[in-house]
């Protein structure tokens, strides 16, 4: 294998199939504002030593004060790096006395000087202005590559290209690698993508990955894509209570270990109120449980969970709150999983998933993490339940707009039905995957102690 460079992201880094190619010259794209400055300097203070240093060059598209000052902003910024480690120089002034032989022989002077193991370009696409035609740019290109090939040395050249670029621009096929940074709007919010166009002789994660540019420098979050497969899974014989005894029933003794249950309803029906059933009835068996949640703050939910003898401060509960303002999927679903990992936990409760598709633009892509998520939470034998609000009040039509009921092993239907003089409350079975269950439709009320169940609408009462 290749050897690889390394970013000081790990999801990074498993995104590129382990990293970089080393001593390979990489293209760094997007438009200005982008961030890729930001993650060519990662790379720099991330790798840099004293022996072999980084030299970042500045053209003259971005003054090299500019990169220096937002730079310092940043936490990987290493001020007592400048000069041994990390070396900073503006080429602008050969550039615009001698053109690119004067840029070139800069370059191979620094090269010899420093022995550096990086170096950046920045911004290499402003070069072309300097090239009296696409031949001498082109031999540019040539007699530069041919010296960094000779050198132990990884480049990054950093332009404002676009995709179009790709298909007529000679520096797309003279290098090894191509990140791809843009920023795409989705409804009200902008999200940051990540798409790997190229790298030579290795494999990596296809598709657009969402990234976020922090103090912290460039923090991704690779796309959840599971592929269909078996032979990680382990056969789950165990059943685990729901947390309402009737509700077990309806179900033949409950879910099993790792299955995916929705709960589907309108506003005010319950939803939330059962999916606290099941965290808090798994606490009481000492097994962990998540609470993921978006609509209520933490404040809000424990004076909810306290009207039922419950309390978040429950060691054998962690509540993930994140608000749906702004809100990443890609980071959320990374979070999530941190948790799971972090507290060993054997129950989920997202709450809900229609905040969850808000925040995702495409409806596939929603699906396709939604699923990813179902499969890795069932390989390890994490039980799920998940509430989806429906629109209708009264009859439901339909059950779920994204698809998720049929990704989901179980599936129970709340809804609100018409009495003769008041609104009644009923659950049904809709669905059990690998197992029987009642078909009922009961009435179920909520009480200080939670939900109860009753018996079975019979045809003499007026229901609709």
């Avoid at 602008?92 to 070139?104: F, R």
């Avoid at 809900?352 to 699906?367: K, M, N, V, Y």
């Amino acid at each position: 294998m290749t050897d690889r460079l390394p970013s000081g992201s790990e999801h990074l880094d498993a995104v590129l199939g382990g990293g970089l190619p080393l001593n390979g010259i990489t293209l760094l794209i997007g438009k200005p504002g982008s961030g890729k400055t930001i993650l060519a300097q990662q790379y720099v203070f991330h790798n840099a030593t004293v022996d072999r240093p980084a030299l970042y060059l500045s053209t003259v598209s971005e003054p090299l004060d500019k990169i220096l000052r937002y730079g310092q902003s940043l936490e990987y910024f290493d001020a007592s790096a400048l000069g041994s480690r990390v070396i900073y120089e503006n080429v602008g002034q050969q550039l615009n006395d001698h053109g690119l032989a004067g840029v070139l022989d800069r370059i191979n002077e620094l090269l010899l000087q420093r022995r550096p193991a990086l170096m950046v370009i920045d911004s290499f696409k402003a070069l072309q202005a300097f090239a009296s035609d696409a031949g001498a740019f082109r031999r540019f290109l040539h007699e530069l590559a041919g010296r960094l090939s000779v050198m132990p040395v990884t480049s990054f050249w950093v332009g404002e290209y676009t995709g179009d670029d790709s298909s007529d621009a000679p520096e797309f096929a003279v290098c090894d690698a191509i990140l791809a940074l843009s920023t795409q709007r989705e409804a009200e919010r902008e999200i940051r993508t990540l798409q790997v166009l190229k790298i030579r002789g290795s494999d990596f994660r296809s598709g657009k990955h969402s990234y976020r540019l922090s103090p912290r420098g460039f923090d991704i979050f690779p796309r959840l894509a599971d592929p269909l497969g078996v032979s990680n899974y382990d056969e789950h014989v165990e059943r685990i209570s729901s947390g309402v005894a009737s509700i077990d029933a309806m179900l033949a003794d409950g879910f099993w270990r790792g299955a995916s249950t929705l709960l589907a309803g309108p506003s005010g029906i319950g939803k939330t109120l059962l999916a606290l059933h099941f965290i808090f009835a798994g606490a009481e068996r000492g097994e962990t449980g998540v609470i993921a949640t978006f609509q209520e703050n933490p404040v809000q939910l424990e004076r909810f969970v306290r009207g039922f003898s419950w309390s978040l401060e429950d060691s054998k509960v962690e509540l993930m709150y994140r608000p749906p303002v702004d809100l990443y999927l890609d980071e959320w679903v990374y979070d999530l999983l941190e948790i799971l990992e972090r507290t060993g936990a054997q129950r989920v409760a997202l709450d809900s998933l229609g905040d969850l598709r808000a925040a995702c633009g495409d409806e596939l892509r929603f699906r396709e993490y939604v699923y990813s998520l179902l499969q890795r939470c069932a390989r390890r034998g994490i039980s799920v339940i998940m509430t989806q609000e429906v629109p209708e009040l009264f009859g439901v039509r339909q059950l779920s707009e994204y698809g998720v009921s049929h990704l989901s092993d179980n599936v129970l239907l709340l809804q609100f039905l018409r009495g003769d003089s008041e609104l009644k409350r009923a659950i049904t079975v809709l669905k059990t995957r690998g197992s029987g269950h009642t078909q009922q439709l009961r009435q179920f009320d909520i009480t200080s102690q939670g939900v109860v169940v009753g018996s079975r609408f019979g045809p003499d009462q007026s229901l609709h």
